[in-house]
């Protein structure tokens, strides 16, 4: 089992940032697919980002390249997502998500076995 503890979620204006935290405790892997989803009310949970904690880079949905960074500190089996140049329409219940392995189809859901509690981004325009 893994654990997936979320934070840094919070309320910001537009333009604004704001940097999630997702500590991962238990069986964690060190080979292993983490990334963030998010939920708006009301609609389905959409990918965000996500990386392999091996060798490769990050991936980002459309929406927020060239605004979000996704960083980990595999020392302390954490991962961030600083969000710069925030929207109102960021707005949404943040998730963080893990599965062992390559992180191919990395924007499917379903894919992740292992997920947080959420954190909540609200950005007011």
């Known amino acids: 089992q893994v654990q997936l503890v979320e934070s840094g979620g919070g309320w910001v204006q537009a333009g604004g940032s704001l940097r999630l935290s997702c500590a991962a405790s238990?069986?964690?892997?060190?080979?292993?697919?983490m990334g963030w989803f998010r939920q708006p009310p009301g609609k389905e949970r959409a990918a965000v980002a996500a990386i392999y904690t091996g060798v490769g880079g990050p991936g980002y949905a459309n929406s927020v390249k060239g605004r979000f960074t996704l960083s980990q500190d595999n020392t302390k089996n954490t991962l961030y997502l600083q969000m710069n140049n925030l929207k109102p329409e960021d707005t949404a219940m943040y998730y963080c998500a893990a599965k062992a392995g390559v992180c191919s189809s990395w924007s499917e859901p379903t894919q992740f076995p292992y997920w947080g509690q959420g954190t909540q981004v609200t950005v007011s325009s």
């Open positions: 238990g069986n964690t892997y060190i080979n292993a697919c």
